[in-house]
């Protein structure tokens, strides 16, 4: 594809209110995006409520600990991919971020249902990670496998352009490895089917979200 050249004509004969109306999509694209994320965080109650369980995992089983630290997980990445939407310069980079904000929050929905239907709180009194064999070694500075430490969520939101860009997908790749991670976790020592069947489409859909940020990140030369 040839890329565009603007020339001086070009300048003088672009409308005057151009950047405010770019502006204005953004701004138009930002609420709709928003709407998109309440309307996944209803659907994923939905979901949850659709996937009773016989049997209720306890209150410090391997569901209830990936339910809530998932959670968490989600909630990170939920930021990132709305500052990604807004921020973004690349146009691949706004839609990664646009689809991983609203689709993990519907994910966060789902597991927050689950939790109320086997009458437990949001958090328990268990540490980060308990459930996990090796979750007590995964946590570093409170935070959970792949999570930005407060100092690089603060230097994303401060990035602007291609460098906002490049460390959006670094540290999103990060996120998603320690994602999957925690939920290969559930997959292999969880027993309720509901959960685990769940857990596999998040597997899923985090690998296919990695090959794109990697070759993102490799296109834009990070």
């Known amino acids: 594809m040839t ?10 004969e672009a409308p005057a209110t151009d950047d405010g109306g770019r502006r204005g999509v953004r701004r138009f694209g930002t609420l709709a995006l928003a709407a998109a994320v309440v309307v996944g965080l209803l659907l994923g109650y939905a979901g949850g409520l659709l996937t009773p369980s016989l049997t209720r995992p306890g209150e410090n089983s391997v569901e ?3 339910a809530r630290d998932m959670t968490t997980h989600h909630a990170q990445a939920v930021a990132m991919g709305l500052m990604a939407f807004q921020q973004g310069q690349d146009p691949e980079v706004r839609q990664i971020g646009g689809d ?3 689709g993990q929050q519907g994910e966060i929905g789902t597991m927050q249902t689950w939790l109320r239907s086997w009458k437990l709180d949001p958090t328990g009194d268990q540490p980060p990670m308990a459930w996990m064999s090796d979750g007590a070694g995964l946590v570093k500075n409170g935070l959970m496998p792949g999570m930005a430490t407060p100092e690089e969520m603060a230097k994303l939101r401060a990035a602007q352009g291609r460098e906002f860009d490049v460390l ?3 540290l ?5 490895l320690g994602g999957v991670h925690m939920i290969q976790g559930v997959l292999d020592d969880g027993h309720d089917e509901d959960v685990l069947l769940v ?3 998040m597997k899923n859909t985090q690998q296919k979200d990695l090959t794109n940020l990697q070759a993102a990140l490799k296109r834009l030369g990070g």
């Open 3 to 12: 890329a565009a050249v603007t020339t001086d004509a070009d300048l003088d």
């Open 64 to 66: 209830a600990g990936f």
């Open 100 to 102: 991983i904000a609203t």
């Open 168 to 170: 959006f997908l670094q």
């Open 172 to 176: 999103m790749i990060q996120h998603h």
């Open 199 to 201: 857990a596999q489409t």
